[in-house]
């Protein structure tokens, strides 16, 4: 299936000794009858109850238990290609709980890894759990102030850091151990070298020497994942403008992770391609989601459309999740072809974006869906049904497809696509809403309920067990969040008549001309991508302005003439969208500005806009 497997070696520590048993020690006192789901929650420091016992790292044991010689993950388009059975992956992440905890490392303390998608990166999710720390994935697109900050505020005791990385940290301040892997999986490699050590510090106690926590309630992971502005965590920034810490629970990443896989029909059979970064959001949970999926993961170290289409087209891929910009590099990418077989692809964007994809899916004859997570798409050859997140571990809704849709026009069908839907079975209460409220220092905030009339704007709110546990060190700021008993997600979004959302922008980007709120320009057949921001307007107070892409196929149709292109999409927009939101101004770039997992940074737009 994979070239160089058969060739590939694991490190002798790698290798599970006879009779290994794949079983952590369970906690004291605990009865029999027990392991519940549901327990009594306390914001008590101390555990809620020593019979509160469900854990994502029990995914992986399952597993190589049941398929010890499935592949469970593949890292072959590395300098190194390296494979690792379950049985063999197990092992390895033992090694790594026990490495940390020879390191010094104690139950919540922190450990941080910088990686793009390795094995290294996908080893963490799981050994540290296994360790009972706290894992502190950090995007490698931020400055090295921005780590410096997530280092100091997370208080990481250990630094786990792929080798193309390290400029990230060198000269910081912080003095904090570091791992170095140099992403080869052999003899030699510093990152081996550690877990060598984690295996022989272990003097074969195997699993049995690592204690489940009792605490279903206990911190999983602590992301600060850098969004749209650059600088903010999950949509909210403090008054400093400071990145935020998501600090989320074994118990919440359980829940999501078994909703990852009953909503995206996840099994045996699936392959999960790893195009989005398992440091943005924790990997909406599918580390763990692959994991009780018995999946194998494929890691690719960047986004490389070439070699996305290989493995496409070559390795039974099922699952992938992205950008909606990284879906429109592949669906147009130089090798892009219709798969042999369905693969669902979990897209997060903007409604618009995920409209344009969906319609243009289903031109090419594939059955496209979406939600949203900042939102979520599923796209299938022959399967339709959305899903979305709001913020949170991961996919939090879905759109349930029904049969009247068939009958519907191209774009009647991907608009109904589009839609982001109801709650997940292991979600909570969604809602979209406005504050009576809405004074900044108020602890409540009543919240009131738009009418289901399609048309009325609110924010969503959302409670419940797939919400994250607190913003960590910040509590005012998790107040805020928290306002009114819900979680404000800041989507703005509508309520149909049929129960079901559909988000139409962020607050923060809604543009408001003559006091009203302008739509997102429609979509183009020459437009490959589009952004709009506000621009200050002297009779409306401000307009929008379109950022616009061109598709390939027709870059050469507009050489020279991107004012005659500005004046055909206006005309196009003012077809389809009441005056005021139609774009007032039209500039046509060569590429967008994004983040490292997709998003269009919108703040770079608005300086340039502001130098306008």
Same mark, same amino acid.
């Given at each position: 299936?994979?070239?160089?497997?058969?060739?590939?070696?694991?490190?002798?520590?790698?290798?599970?000794?006879?009779?290994?048993?794949?079983?952590?020690?369970?906690?004291?006192?605990?009865?029999?009858?027990?392991?519940?789901?549901?327990?009594?929650?306390?914001?008590?420091?101390?555990?809620?109850?020593?019979?509160?016992?469900?854990?994502?790292?029990?995914?992986?044991?399952?597993?190589?238990?049941?398929?010890?010689?499935?592949?469970?993950?593949?890292?072959?388009?590395?300098?190194?290609?390296?494979?690792?059975?379950?049985?063999?992956?197990?092992?390895?992440?033992?090694?790594?709980?026990?490495?940390?905890?020879?390191?010094?490392?104690?139950?919540?303390?922190?450990?941080?890894?910088?990686?793009?998608?390795?094995?290294?990166?996908?080893?963490?999710?799981?050994?540290?759990?296994?360790?009972?720390?706290?894992? !502190?994935?950090?995007?490698?697109?931020? !400055?090295?102030?921005?780590?410096?900050?997530?280092?100091?505020?997370?208080?990481?005791?250990?630094?786990?850091?792929?080798?193309?990385?390290?400029?990230?940290?060198?000269?910081?301040?912080?003095?904090? &151990?570091?791992?170095?892997?140099?992403?080869?999986?052999?003899?030699?490699?510093?990152?081996?070298?550690?877990?060598?050590?984690?295996?022989?510090?272990?003097?074969?106690?195997?699993?049995?020497?690592?204690?489940?926590?009792?605490?279903?309630?206990?911190?999983?992971?602590?992301?600060?994942?850098?969004?749209?502005?650059?600088?903010?965590?999950?949509?909210?920034?403090?008054?400093?403008?400071?990145?935020?810490?998501?600090?989320?629970?074994?118990?919440?990443?359980?829940?999501?992770?078994?909703?990852?896989?009953?909503?995206?029909?996840?099994?045996?059979?699936?392959?999960?391609?790893?195009?989005?970064?398992?440091?943005?959001?924790?990997?909406? !949970?599918?580390?763990?989601?692959?994991?009780?999926?018995?999946?194998?993961?494929?890691?690719?170290?960047?986004?490389?459309?070439?070699?996305?289409?290989?493995?496409?087209?070559?390795?039974?891929?099922?699952?992938?999740?992205?950008?909606?910009?990284?879906?429109?590099?592949?669906?147009?990418?130089?090798?892009? #072809?219709?798969?042999?077989?369905?693969?669902?692809?979990?897209?997060?964007?903007?409604?618009?974006?995920?409209?344009?994809?969906?319609?243009?899916?289903?031109?090419?004859?594939?059955?496209?869906?979406?939600?949203?997570?900042?939102?979520?798409?599923?796209?299938?050859?022959?399967?339709?049904?959305?899903?979305?997140?709001?913020?949170?571990?991961?996919?939090?809704?879905?759109?349930?497809?029904?049969?009247?849709?068939?009958?519907?026009?191209?774009?009647?069908?991907?608009?109904?696509?589009?839609?982001?839907?109801?709650?997940?079975?292991?979600?909570?209460?969604?809602?979209?809403?406005?504050?009576?409220?809405?004074?900044?220092?108020?602890?409540?905030?009543?919240?009131?309920?738009?009418?289901?009339?399609?048309?009325?704007?609110?924010?969503?709110?959302?409670?419940?067990?797939?919400?994250?546990?607190?913003?960590?060190?910040?509590?005012?700021?998790?107040?805020?969040?928290?306002?009114?008993?819900?979680?404000?997600?800041?989507?703005?979004?509508?309520?149909?008549?049929?129960?079901?959302?559909?988000?139409?922008?962020?607050? #923060?980007?809604?543009?408001?001309?003559?006091?009203?709120?302008?739509?997102?320009?429609?979509?183009?057949?020459?437009?490959?991508?589009?952004?709009?921001?506000?621009? &200050?307007?002297?009779?409306?107070?401000?307009?929008?302005?379109?950022?616009?892409?061109?598709?390939?196929?027709?870059?050469?149709?507009?050489?020279?003439?991107?004012?005659?292109?500005?004046?055909?999409?206006?005309?196009?927009?003012?077809?389809?969208?009441?005056?005021?939101?139609?774009?007032?101004?039209?500039?046509?770039?060569?590429?967008?500005?994004?983040?490292?997992?997709?998003?269009?940074?919108?703040?770079?737009?608005?300086?340039?806009?502001?130098?306008?």
């Amino acid at each position: 299936m994979f070239p160089g497997l058969d060739s590939f070696k694991p490190t002798a520590e790698s290798i599970p000794p006879p009779g290994n048993v794949l079983r952590l020690r369970l906690p004291q006192h605990i009865p029999v009858n027990y392991h519940p789901l549901v327990s009594t929650y306390t914001s008590s420091p101390q555990p809620a109850s020593p019979s509160t016992l469900k854990n994502p790292l029990e995914f992986l044991l399952r597993a190589a238990t049941i398929y010890p010689t499935k592949i469970a993950i593949a890292h072959p388009d590395a300098k190194a290609p390296a494979f690792y059975a379950y049985s063999i992956w197990a092992q390895r992440v033992q090694n790594l709980a026990y490495a940390l905890i020879k390191a010094g490392l104690r139950p919540r303390d922190r450990v941080a890894v910088i990686s793009g998608n390795t094995p290294m990166m996908a080893d963490a999710f799981q050994g540290a759990i296994a360790a009972r720390v706290v894992l !502190t994935p950090i995007n490698i697109r931020l !400055t090295r102030q921005e780590v410096t900050y997530i280092l100091e505020h997370s208080g990481a005791k250990l630094i786990l850091v792929d080798s193309e990385y390290l400029h990230i940290i060198e000269g910081t301040p912080i003095k904090i &151990p570091v791992v170095i892997c140099n992403d080869t999986g052999r003899i030699g490699d510093p990152y081996e070298q550690f877990l060598s050590d984690g295996r022989r510090f272990s003097a074969g106690k195997g699993w049995s020497g690592l204690e489940m926590d009792a605490d279903e309630n206990f911190p999983s992971t602590l992301c600060y994942t850098s969004g749209t502005t650059g600088r903010i965590m999950y949509n909210f920034v403090n008054s400093a403008n400071r990145l935020k810490g998501v600090l989320s629970t074994l118990r919440g990443s359980y829940l999501a992770a078994v909703a990852n896989v009953v909503e995206g029909q996840m099994s045996a059979d699936s392959t999960y391609l790893w195009i989005l970064p398992m440091f943005h959001a924790g990997g909406w !949970t599918f580390p763990w989601a692959n994991t009780l999926a018995f999946a194998t993961q494929i890691t690719m170290r960047n986004v490389d459309y070439s070699l996305i289409w290989k493995h496409l087209l070559h390795s039974k891929v099922t699952h992938y999740c992205g950008a909606p910009t990284v879906q429109i590099g592949i669906v147009n990418a130089p090798g892009a #072809k219709r798969p042999s077989s369905p693969i669902k692809a979990f897209i997060a964007g903007t409604l618009k974006m995920l409209f344009e994809v969906s319609t243009r899916a289903n031109r090419d004859h594939r059955r496209c869906t979406h939600g949203s997570s900042d939102r979520f798409l599923r796209a299938n050859r022959d399967y339709s049904d959305s899903c979305i997140w709001l913020n949170t571990y991961g996919p939090f809704t879905r759109g349930y497809p029904q049969e009247a849709w068939a009958s519907l026009s191209l774009e009647g069908r991907s608009k109904l696509m589009a839609r982001q839907g109801y709650s997940f079975a292991t979600a909570s209460d969604l809602r979209v809403v406005y504050r009576a409220d809405e004074s900044p220092t108020g602890p409540e905030g009543e919240l009131v309920d738009v009418p289901s009339d399609g048309t009325t704007m609110g924010e969503i709110v959302t409670r419940g067990n797939i919400v994250m546990q607190e913003y960590f060190g910040d509590p005012e700021a998790t107040k805020k969040a928290f306002r009114g008993g819900y979680f404000g997600s800041g989507d703005l979004a509508v309520m149909h008549s049929d129960g079901s959302i559909a988000i139409l922008d962020r607050q #923060k980007d809604i543009i408001i001309s003559g006091g009203e709120n302008a739509s997102k320009l429609s979509s183009h057949p020459h437009v490959l991508e589009v952004s709009v921001v506000a621009r &200050p307007h002297k009779k409306w107070g401000e307009r929008a302005m379109a950022f616009v892409t061109l598709h390939p196929q027709h870059v050469s149709k507009w050489e020279g003439k991107h004012d005659a292109f500005a004046k055909d999409l206006i005309a196009h927009a003012r077809k389809r969208l009441p005056g005021f939101a139609c774009p007032e101004w039209v500039q046509v770039v060569q590429e967008l500005p994004k983040t490292s997992t997709g998003k269009i940074l919108k703040i770079e737009l608005r300086k340039t806009v502001a130098k306008l």
